[in-house]
């Protein structure tokens, strides 16, 4: 039981590219959610799913997409990277019942 | 979710208790208090959490007040590995899953 994976664990990004952020999940966890974290700040809420086909913004959903075709994936788009989103990005699951969350490793993405 | 306030750092020294405090005083009657901490560069880590009752388990105690506006996350004997951010985050477990956290308390374990 992998819990909560993240690929990539580090990404270097030039201005203007995209790229996918991969998050995967093997607990068969209907929520799931995006975090962006800023050095020396909290986190914040980027996108979330409560199943498959169903998603919705966040608190800083823009220059994101997410998409979420089956239970187990649920990755993160970046279409133009811009050096704002230089930041630590965390996927996690979330238990309905017990009000638990999991959370993925990260992946940190530099935009330069 | 609830809003709730903690300070923002504290210190404490290896092997003593430390009490982590946080004011949630407009939580709702089915608003649940929970604490997650965060290592330097991990993912947060659920912690404990509790309706009105102190809990207990093999990482910390969780005491909230009679009158549920603050409660107080315990570590029994703080070791240089609790070193951490922790957050304190109110939430209906049942029906509230536009989930956020808050800026937490940089605990810092000194030897």
């Known amino acids: 039981n992998a819990g909560v994976t993240q690929t990539p664990k580090f990404r270097i990004l030039k201005i203007g590219q995209s790229m996918t952020l991969q998050c995967t999940q093997d607990?068969?966890?209907?929520?799931m959610y995006w975090y962006r974290q800023d050095p020396g700040m909290g986190l914040k809420l980027i996108y979330y799913?409560?199943?498959?086909?169903?998603?919705d913004k966040g608190e800083v959903p823009n220059g994101y997409n997410v998409s979420r075709s089956t239970t187990e994936d649920f990755p993160l788009r970046l279409e133009l990277a811009a050096p704002s989103q230089t930041s630590v990005y965390f996927c996690?699951?979330?238990?309905?019942?017990?009000?638990?969350?999991?959370f993925g490793p990260g992946t940190r993405l530099t935009v330069t | 979710d609830a809003k709730t306030t903690q300070p923002t750092s504290m210190d404490c020294a290896e092997g003593r208790a430390a009490n982590l405090p946080c004011n949630h005083s407009?939580?709702?009657?089915?608003?649940?208090v929970y604490w997650y901490r965060q290592i330097h560069s991990q993912g947060p880590q659920y912690i404990i959490h509790?309706?009105?009752n102190n809990e207990t388990n093999e990482m910390a105690s969780l005491i909230i007040t009679e009158d549920r506006k603050s409660s107080t996350l315990i570590l029994p004997h703080a070791t240089l590995r609790d070193t951490a951010v922790y957050y304190c985050?109110?939430?209906?477990?049942?029906?509230?899953?536009?989930?956020?956290f808050g800026a937490g308390t940089t605990v810092t374990v000194r030897a």
């Open positions: 407009t939580i709702s009657g089915n608003e649940y």
């Open positions: 607990m068969n966890h209907n929520y």
């Open positions: 985050i109110v939430r209906v477990a049942s029906n509230d899953y536009k989930l956020s």
């Open positions: 799913s409560v199943g498959a086909g169903i998603t």
């Open positions: 996690a699951t979330y238990v309905l019942a017990s009000g638990e969350q999991y």
């Open positions: 509790g309706l009105k």
